[in-house]
Nanobody, 124 residues
Framework: QVQLVESGGGLVQAGGSLTLSCEASGRIFSLYAMGWFRQGPGKEREFVAAISWSGGNTYYADSGKGRFTISRDNAKNTVYMQMNSLKFEDTAVYYC?????????????????WGQGTQVTVSS
């Protein structure tokens, strides 16, 4: 089992920045690829970004390219997502997820473990 706890969400004005954190406990964190997903009001959950177990590979959805940066610190069992130039449409509950794979998975169904989510609200 892997337990994931997100933090760092909040209310921010459009154009502002936030950094989300996701701390893992349980199994060996460094064996897992990590992803961030989000679910906006009235929308389905969607992929945002993912990072490989080593941190050497990352992948972003078009919505976050150039604005979001995913990173990880395996010594701290934590994955981060720096979000800059936030837009109103970035408002969502953000979830982190873990998948024991060598790749950089983008599909929701590939992930085995999920956090409870953290709310990000961007005011226009």
């Amino acid at each position: 089992q892997v337990q994931l706890v997100e933090s760092g969400g909040g209310l921010v004005q459009a154009g502002g920045s936030l950094t989300l954190s996701c701390e893992a406990s349980g199994r060996i964190f460094s064996l897992y690829a990590m992803g961030w997903f989000r679910q906006g009001p009235g929308k389905e959950r969607e992929f945002v970004a993912a990072i490989s177990w080593s941190g050497g590979n990352t992948y972003y959805a078009d919505s976050g390219k150039g604005r979001f940066t995913i990173s990880r610190d395996n010594a701290k069992n934590t994955v981060y997502m720096q979000m800059n130039s936030l837009k109103f449409e970035d408002t969502a509950v953000y979830y982190c997820a873990a998948d024991r794979t060598m790749g950089v998975p983008r599909l929701e169904g590939a992930y085995d473990y999920w956090g409870q989510g953290t709310q990000v609200t961007v005011s226009s």
